[in-house]
């Protein structure tokens, strides 16, 4: 038989060896803890139309040019999803490390030693110097895998590089969001802070009027202390607004890791885009599973649990491994390779846990109870998600209309406003009604500002737990 022949027939053995077998228990997707359908509270009122919103990408979804060029940003310079992008790095070499195992290990040795010894140890009583040299390729305690040990722990540890690739995804949903949220929450504290502006410098010049009024004796104190409150109170307003917008510009600075360019901050005259986007259907309960980086992220880790089992069990049974070496050996170093020096060892061991104190029970207690923890919490991030969506949807069915109404009621009070005004220059009705209706009337602007933000970040959380806002557009 030639070399080639033992050589094939040797790769076929041991590729059978390979594939052996595997005691990991046969994996299956945990029944959902979740109902089948939304909560009819919180469901659509018409069956919306669109593309899925894991399938539409956020720079379709949003639709203002600064938003989008600061989410560009964020994702580039964001620390957190740096760090969420180098553990996928990380676990990738985890894994080829343990995968590296499935292979034998052969290195190129080249090794000598010199060694005295004494007559009295020596073999037939003759002592002195002995040298030796040895040279060739060696294999190291190879394990033949015949009941999956070192394949289900190289599955585990792909399953864990799975799971890192989701948290990347995952965490790069919450930073777009986030990011939108923050931009939004700006653009309403720039209009919160020029309605206090403007309230402030109207109830200034009336305050002024006040003033003259009473020192021409017709006015009362009363009046004029109602007039100072009001001024008082609208100062109060420009104060929260200012702080309000500094603390959510630096919370935008953290998130794009970095000073926000000028050319990129909202202001005034930016209005909100009613429009932001035509249709978001929201599916079933069940699309989760599918469109959620999250919910994938901790099945990946089920799995890998599951995996865990098998390579425990495994350790019940014997292991074979095989150490062998092939080369040359000399006591000179310039014979190393000559003529009748070939040298070669086999050395296959078998080892049968026969008493350990309890170890190899513990370890397969604890891969079992590792993988009931990853079951509920597989189960806990599907219910999570459920009632993130849930509140994102009850949101989506009330916000609306309940923007229309404090529209409506802003509407009704600056014309009551406006009234108040009149019938209070013309004496027929007192300074007490007219900041009445000052006061009213800036409320409900506030409010309005308010909801209309509110109504555009739930749009923007629907669009994130429906899994949206990871996938980019290609290139």
Avoid at 344 to 367: K, T
Avoid at 380 to 407: C, N, S
Wanted: overall charge negative; aromatic content about 6%.
């Amino acid at each position: 038989m030639t070399i080639i022949q033992k050589i094939s027939r040797s790769s076929v053995l041991i590729a059978m060896l390979l594939a052996g077998c595997s005691l990991a228990p046969t994996y299956e997707r945990p029944i959902s803890p979740v109902a089948e359908a939304w909560p009819a509270a919180v469901a659509m009122q018409k069956k919306e139309e669109g593309t899925a919103p894991h399938d539409l990408p956020w720079q379709d979804f949003f639709k203002d040019e600064q938003l989008k060029q600061l989410i560009g940003v964020a994702l580039e310079r964001n620390r957190d999803l740096r760090v969420a992008t180098l553990n996928i790095e990380r676990t990738r070499s985890l894994y080829q490390v343990q995968s590296a195992d499935r292979l034998p290990n052969i290195n190129l040795g080249l090794s000598g030693s010199r060694q005295q010894v004494p007559d009295l140890v020596a073999p037939g009583g003759h002592g002195g110097t002995f040298t030796s040299y040895t040279a060739g390729l060696g294999l190291s305690a190879f394990e033949l895998d015949l009941f999956g040990r070192v394949r289900n722990l190289s599955g585990a540890a792909l399953e864990r590089f799975a799971a890192t690739q989701e948290g990347q995804r995952a965490a790069q949903i919450s930073l777009v969001a986030q990011v939108a949220y923050s931009y939004e929450a700006v653009l309403a504290d720039e209009h919160l802070l020029a309605l206090s502006r403007q309230t402030l410098s109207s109830r200034d010049a009336s305050h002024q009027r006040q003033i003259e009024l009473r020192a021409s004796g017709a006015t009362s104190d009363y009046d004029l202390r109602q007039s100072e409150s009001l001024l008082a109170a609208a100062k109060v307003a420009v104060l929260q607004a200012q702080r309000q917008r500094a603390l959510d510009e630096n919370a935008l600075v953290v998130l794009i890791g970095g000073a926000v360019p000028a050319a990129l901050l909202p202001d005034v005259n930016k209005t909100w885009d009613s429009e932001a986007i035509s249709a978001l259907p929201a599916g079933l309960p069940s699309d989760l599973l599918n469109s959620r980086p999250d919910i994938r992220q901790q099945e990946a880790l089920l799995r890998a649990a599951n995996a865990n089992i098998g390579a425990a069990r495994a350790a019940f049974f014997p292991r074979i491994s095989l150490t062998s070496a092939f080369g040359s050996s000399s006591n000179e170093l310039s014979g190393l390779f000559d003529s009748g020096s070939r040298a070669w060892s086999f050395q296959p061991l078998i080892s049968l846990p026969i008493f350990d104190g309890g170890r190899n029970s513990a370890n397969l207690g604890v891969a079992l109870a590792d993988r009931d923890i990853a079951v509920a919490q597989y189960e806990k991030t599907v219910q999570i998600a459920f009632r993130e969506v849930a509140d994102a949807l009850a949101g989506h069915a009330t916000l609306y209309d309940e923007l229309r109404a404090v529209k409506a009621q802003e509407h009704a009070e600056h014309v009551r406003h406006d009234l108040a005004k009149l019938r209070y220059e013309s004496g027929e009705a007192s300074y007490l009604e007219y900041l009445d209706a000052q006061r009213t009337l800036f409320a409900a602007q506030q409010q309005t500002i308010r909801t209309s933000l509110t109504e555009l970040q739930n749009r923007i959380t629907l669009y994130k737990s429906l899994g949206g806002g990871w996938s980019t557009p290609p290139q």
